[in-house]
């Protein structure tokens, strides 16, 4: 069975912290893998990651994916209170239906 | 852009009736729409994979006739909760995709459903 797991499940920082969020996974055929960002409502697309070891910057975030150990991860520096959030992984399977794979998420909170 | 609207943003009915949900693609015409449920922090479980002009594709343990999905047109998905019970009670969120088989998941802001 496809599996798509976070860790950790909570985090709480203080302002100005680096966090690093993990997401392994075990898909029969893999594609890509995706993060996003849910702030009460639905999620915004983060990163698309395909190919292993190229790292994705937007700003203050970054991910890199690493197809071989089968995981990735997504950093996010200098942390602000608006970083507080749900940050799902989901994995996108080489199907073609289109169906992403959600891991549970992980919950981060960043205190002023 | 590629805009996802629900209607209705929430709603909270009695056990025993029915509640409709609306999933509308704006802004583009989409071939699949995906129905996910999520409870309090926990992720999103998807229930239905639903293309345009047929039949939706429920997952594993998702009650077809409980859980309706109508695709009529390639802007427009509903989801109908039949006879709702307390358990029930959830975030609904739909997504859209423009391709067939995209990764590109536009989602749509969210339906909380209260049961009493």
């Known amino acids: 069975e496809d599996k798509v797991v976070q860790s950790p499940l909570s985090l709480v920082v203080h302002e100005g912290d680096t966090v690093t969020l993990n997401c392994s996974y075990e898909?029969?055929?893999?594609?890509?893998l995706l993060w996003y960002k849910q702030e009460k409502k639905a999620p915004t697309f983060l990163f698309m990651l395909?190919?292993?070891?190229i790292e994705k910057k937007s700003g203050r975030l970054s991910s890199i994916l690493d197809k071989k150990e089968l995981f990735s991860i997504l950093n996010i520096t200098a942390t602000q209170t608006g970083d507080s959030a749900v940050y799902l992984c989901a994995v996108f399977p080489s199907s073609n239906t289109g169906k992403l794979i959600f891991g549970q998420g992980t919950t981060l909170q960043v205190k002023p | 852009g590629a805009v996802v609207s629900q209607h209705p943003s929430r709603v909270i009915c009695k056990s025993g009736t029915s509640v409709k949900i609306e999933c509308r693609s704006l802004d583009f015409q989409a071939t699949t729409m995906f129905w996910y449920r999520q409870f309090p922090k926990q992720s999103l479980m998807l229930m239905a994979t639903?293309?345009?002009?047929?039949?939706?594709?429920?997952e594993q343990g998702v009650e077809k006739d409980k859980f309706l999905i109508n695709h009529a047109s390639l802007t427009l998905s509903t989801l109908t909760v039949t006879s709702a019970h307390p358990e029930d009670s959830s975030f609904y969120i739909c997504?859209?995709?423009?391709?067939?088989?995209?990764?590109?998941?536009?989602f749509g802001p969210g339906t909380r459903l209260t049961v009493t």
């Open positions: 639903s293309n345009e002009g047929s039949k939706a594709t429920y």
């Open positions: 997504s859209a995709t423009r391709q067939f088989g995209s990764y590109e998941q536009y």
């Open positions: 898909v029969t055929n893999f594609r890509s």
């Open positions: 395909t190919s292993s070891g």
